[in-house]
């Protein structure tokens, strides 16, 4: 029978979470209808919330996490796909309730799984949850009537992966960014992903958030949460639209209604999770076209699937800026 490498996390007693390598059976993995030979994942915040105690995204232990999975398909019984087939799969439960992609091998239901055309595994996987979640705040924007010509739009957040791309792709698309990061170093990289504007983060410290504040931006993609969502939502101009995934900072929101009554705003809520495969499939369609984030490679750097627990382990604290590729096909 086959032997699989992995990166394991186990629940102990009086360590918490541990994540190793292993050597595993295939039957460790659930069945499903395709097969694939994992050549890349990712670090997400959730991947590490996977391995944290008191985390709440694993449904139990062991577990591989992972929750972004590119490679080639070495078996499939459905007819949407066939071996050697460059895939990406992301969302439902993988990572987190099913075996994800820190591991050689990975096995999931037909509808979990998108066929790539023209994207490498490789650029699939670094883009991941988190390009396809700014490729989702972006299409909020849009549907929602903002264009170029309606004024700048604030990206918090801006150096993790769903703020650096959203800023990428947003710059990409004629918009004026507003990117707000508390990373002082990262201001040029900001600027080189195509911000006007870099700012820290908001609000200052001796800022209050009021109700309505002075009103400047015509949307917002929120990857924090809490004060910082607040803030975005009371300086919005008439009109405009927020698009929220994140709670790096806080799942609380203490806001009031006086935005949404008294300038017809919008709270667009992002979930790349649940979302079903015909959508998704669409949107990775437009991401190996438009909304492909052109500086993938600036902002992605690449850690062997061994080491994946130390950058894991950084993440939480907004130690980690752009992308982390995981190569898994030779990282063991």
């Not at 994992?38 to 105690?53: F, Q, R």
């Not at 699939?124 to 004024?151: E, K, W, Y």
């Not at 995934?245 to 006086?258: E, K, N, R, Y």
């Not at 949404?260 to 649940?274: H, N």
Request: hydrophobic fraction near 45%; glycine fraction near 12%.
């Amino acid at each position: 029978m086959t032997q699989i490498n992995a990166m394991v996390a186990h629940e102990d007693a009086e360590a918490g979470i541990v994540l190793r390598h292993e050597v595993v059976d295939e039957s460790f993995l659930p069945e499903g209808d395709v097969e694939i030979h994992v050549e890349y994942s990712s670090v997400n915040y959730k991947d590490a919330l996977a391995v944290s105690p008191k985390g709440g995204v694993a449904r139990s232990y062991p577990l591989i996490p992972g929750i972004d999975v590119a490679g080639t398909v070495t078996a499939s019984s459905s007819p949407d796909f066939a071996v050697g087939d460059r895939v990406v799969a992301h969302g439902q439960d993988i990572g987190t309730g099913r075996h994800g992609g820190y591991a050689e091998v990975a096995r999931y239901p037909a509808d979990y799984v998108v066929k790539l055309a023209a994207l490498s595994t490789s650029d699939a996987a670094a883009v991941g949850t988190a390009g396809f979640t700014a490729a989702m705040s972006v299409n909020a924007l849009r549907a929602h009537g903002i264009t170029p010509d309606d004024g700048p739009v604030l990206v918090t957040g801006a150096t993790g992966g769903v703020g650096s791309i959203s800023v990428d792709l947003l710059a990409g698309l004629g918009y004026e960014v507003v990117a707000s990061t508390g990373k002082t170093d990262a201001h040029d990289l900001l600027r080189e992903l195509g911000a006007a504007d870099v700012i820290d983060r908001v609000p200052g410290p001796e800022e209050k958030v009021r109700a309505l504040g002075k009103a400047h931006w015509a949307a917002a993609v929120d990857c924090v949460g809490g004060t910082t969502l607040a803030y975005a939502l009371s300086t919005l101009k008439y009109g405009g639209v927020a698009a929220i995934s994140g709670l790096a900072g806080s799942t609380d929101l203490p806001a009031t209604v006086m935005p949404f009554i008294l300038r017809g705003v919008t709270l667009v809520g992002i979930d790349s999770v649940l979302l079903p495969i015909g959508p998704r499939r669409e949107i990775w369609t437009q991401i190996e076209s438009e909304l492909l984030p052109r500086h993938l490679a600036r902002i992605t750097r690449e850690v062997p699937v061994r080491e994946v627990a130390d950058v894991l382990g950084t993440i939480i604290g907004g130690g980690v800026t752009g992308r982390t590729l995981v190569a898994v096909h030779d990282g063991f």
